[in-house]
Structure formats: structure tokens, C-alpha cells
């Protein structure tokens, strides 16, 4: 009987329970820190900045959309480990322009974006390309002067080639 009374008079920091009951909210602050940091590491921002305006602009983003099927333009894209190669066609009496700008966008990482201005050469646009991450990938094809568009989705690696037309992405 005495051992057990002298066991309840040891210091608070020798029992085990308080421990516990501290190690449950400490467990919380510590996840809570970790999770933090991983926000703040990962973060890669707003794919759009000012989504109000990109709103408003949709009647001209889909003006130039009917303008390319207008236009009968078709679009034949092949993705290559570093390079990426299109054949654009359109209806006869349609001049291609000399060159197009192919926008590639990753849906929710801005910082993947690449912007490619791609120069007609042997009857077809061609230019370098950084490497591509694995996963869905947004394509845009238009003009310099902005006034038609193709959209097409792409999954890589198990799709390198695309075929875009108006209206159908």
C-alpha cells in the first residue's frame, strides 16, 4: 500500500499521462507547421491574374473561334521530346500566314507555360520545345494578329499527336 502512494507523489513529468495529453495538441501544432511550409513551397500562384478582365473578353474569344471555322482551318500538331511540328490547312483561296504562335499551358501550374512562335518552313510550322511534364496539357494555336484560334487538349506521354479544328478542343 505505501508503494502506491509514494508512486502519486512523484513530479508531474514523471507520469505518463500529462505527456499524452501534451503530445495531442503538439502533434497538431507540428502538422499544422508542416503543412504550412509545404503551401508556401509549392505555391505557383493564379494561372489567369485577372480573371474579371478574361471574362469580359469572351464575345472576342469566341469571334475568333468562328473566324477559323470561317476560315476552314484545321490543324495537325505533333509533339517531339524537343520539338513540336504542325501542318495547318484551310479552305483554297485562304493564305496561311507565315507564322503562328502555339500556346501550350499546363491547367493549374502557370510557371509550366510556354508561349512558341513557330515560322513556316517546308510547308510546315515547326520550333523547339522544352520538355513537357507528364499529365494534360491546354494547346492554342492562333495567329500573331489574334484574329483566329484552334483549341485542342493533350495528354502526354500517351498522346503526341493532335488534330485541331474550330469549336472542338
Same mark, same amino acid.
Do not use: C, H
Given at each position: !500500500?505505501? /508503494?502506491?502512494?509514494? &508512486? %502519486? $507523489?512523484? @513530479?508531474?513529468?514523471?507520469?505518463?499521462?500529462?505527456?499524452f495529453l501534451i503530445a495531442i495538441p503538439a502533434t497538431a501544432v507540428v502538422a499544422g507547421a508542416v503543412t504550412l511550409w509545404l503551401a508556401v513551397q509549392s505555391w505557383d500562384g493564379l494561372v489567369v491574374d485577372d480573371y474579371y478582365q478574361q471574362g &469580359?473578353?469572351?464575345?472576342?474569344?469566341?469571334?475568333? #473561334?468562328?473566324?477559323? %471555322?470561317? !476560315? +476552314? $482551318?484545321?490543324?495537325?500538331? #505533333?509533339?517531339r521530346a524537343e520539338e513540336?511540328? $504542325?501542318?495547318? /490547312?484551310? &479552305? @483554297?483561296?485562304t493564305t496561311l500566314p507565315p507564322t503562328v504562335v502555339l500556346t501550350i499551358a499546363h491547367p493549374t501550374r502557370s510557371g509550366h507555360d510556354q508561349v512558341l512562335l513557330l515560322k513556316l518552313d517546308?510547308?510546315?510550322?515547326? +520550333?523547339? $520545345?522544352? @520538355?513537357?511534364?507528364?499529365?494534360?496539357?491546354l494547346i492554342q494555336l492562333e495567329d500573331e494578329s489574334r484574329t483566329w484560334r484552334l483549341n485542342g487538349t493533350v495528354y502526354l506521354p500517351t498522346e503526341t499527336r493532335l488534330r485541331m479544328l474550330p469549336g472542338i478542343s
Open positions: !500500500m505505501q /508503494a502506491q502512494s509514494s &508512486k %502519486n $507523489l512523484d @513530479p508531474w513529468y514523471r507520469q505518463g499521462w500529462p505527456w &469580359k473578353t469572351i464575345q472576342t474569344t469566341i469571334a475568333r #473561334t468562328e473566324r477559323a %471555322n470561317e !476560315m +476552314g $482551318l484545321a490543324a495537325d500538331l #505533333t509533339i513540336v511540328r $504542325l501542318q495547318l /490547312a484551310a &479552305k @483554297p483561296g517546308d510547308g510546315a510550322f515547326a +520550333g523547339p $520545345l522544352e @520538355p513537357l511534364a507528364v499529365g494534360r496539357w
